[in-house]
C-alpha cells in the first residue's frame, strides 16, 4: 500500500499561481501511475490532470491545459501540480491519487481506477 498526503492549498487571487505537493510513502513511488482530481462543492470529482511512473507522459483536462502541469519526483516520492493563471471556477478541494493498474486510453480520466487517496488540500482562487 501507499499513503498519500496533499499540501499546498490556500487562498489566491485569480490570475494567481500555487504548487500542489503530494508526498507518498509506503510501497515504491515509481510503481505507481499518479493523477491528480478536484471536487468543487455540489460537483463530482473530476479529473485533472495525470502522469505515468516514470514521468515521460502526462495528461490533463482540457479545463487546465496550458495552465496546470503535472511532474514527479521519484528520488523525493512526490508528485506536484503547478497551478498557474488560476481562476475561481478551479476552486475545489485537489486530490491526489496512485495506482498500480494498468492505465491506458480513457482509464486515466476516471477516479474508479485509481487505488489510493489523499485526503484533500483546499484551493480557493477569488475573483
Known amino acids: 500500500q501507499v499513503q498519500l498526503v496533499e499540501s499546498g492549498g490556500g487562498l489566491v487571487q485569480a490570475g494567481g499561481s500555487l504548487r500542489l505537493s503530494c508526498a507518498t510513502s509506503?510501497?515504491?513511488?515509481?510503481?505507481?501511475?499518479m493523477g491528480w482530481f478536484r471536487q468543487a462543492p455540489g460537483k463530482e470529482r473530476e479529473f485533472v490532470a495525470a502522469?505515468?511512473?516514470?514521468?515521460?507522459?502526462?495528461y490533463y483536462a482540457d479545463s487546465v491545459k496550458g495552465r496546470f502541469t503535472v511532474s514527479r519526483d521519484n528520488a523525493k516520492n512526490t508528485v506536484y501540480l503547478q497551478m498557474n493563471s488560476l481562476k475561481p471556477e478551479d476552486t475545489a478541494v485537489y486530490y491526489c491519487?496512485?495506482?498500480?493498474?494498468?492505465?491506458?486510453?480513457?482509464?486515466?480520466?476516471?477516479?474508479?481506477?485509481?487505488?489510493?487517496w489523499g485526503q484533500g488540500t483546499q484551493v480557493t482562487v477569488s475573483s
Open positions: 491519487a496512485a495506482t498500480e493498474r494498468r492505465m491506458y486510453g480513457s482509464r486515466w480520466y476516471f477516479a474508479r481506477n485509481y487505488d489510493y
Open positions: 509506503g510501497r515504491t513511488f515509481s510503481s505507481y501511475s
Open positions: 502522469i505515468i511512473r516514470s514521468g515521460g507522459i502526462t
